[in-house]
């Protein structure tokens, strides 16, 4: 069956650092574009971050851009989330996604959980 499971979660103070992965099976893990969304209480899921299958390209929202960093691990199937510099309005739920077609061409075709970050003043 098909999973994304994240960790790394948790409760981190502002200015802080964690590092989220993302364990993919199930599918064909070169073929995909992986990535990061994340929703927060009374807000719009948002695309964090995404690495392109295709050349290897990867994108930030520009909210993040300088803090975050994405990274992969093919040989473990494995998605990351470097995150530095930790804002209050950081936190989240943090989802890592599949799309076979690319980052952000259309919807996505498998989705994690979720892992709860939560960045403390």
């Known amino acids: 069956e098909v999973q994304l499971v994240e960790s790394g979660g948790g409760l981190v103070q502002a200015g802080g650092s964690l590092r989220l992965s993302c364990a993919a099976s199930?599918?064909?893990?070169?073929?995909?574009?992986i990535g990061w969304f994340r929703q927060a209480p009374g807000k719009e899921r948002e695309g964090v971050s995404c690495m392109d299958s295709s050349d290897g390209s990867t994108h930030y929202a520009d909210s993040v851009k300088g803090r975050f960093t994405i990274s992969s691990d093919n040989g473990k199937n494995t998605v990351y989330l470097q995150m530095n510099s930790l804002k209050p309005e950081d936190t989240a739920v943090y989802y890592c996604?599949?799309?076979?077609?690319?980052?952000?061409?259309?919807?996505?075709?498998?989705w994690g959980k979720g892992t709860l970050v939560t960045v403390s003043s």
């Open positions: 996604a599949a799309d076979r077609y690319g980052c952000y061409v259309r919807g996505v075709d498998y």
């Open positions: 199930g599918f064909t893990f070169d073929d995909y574009a």
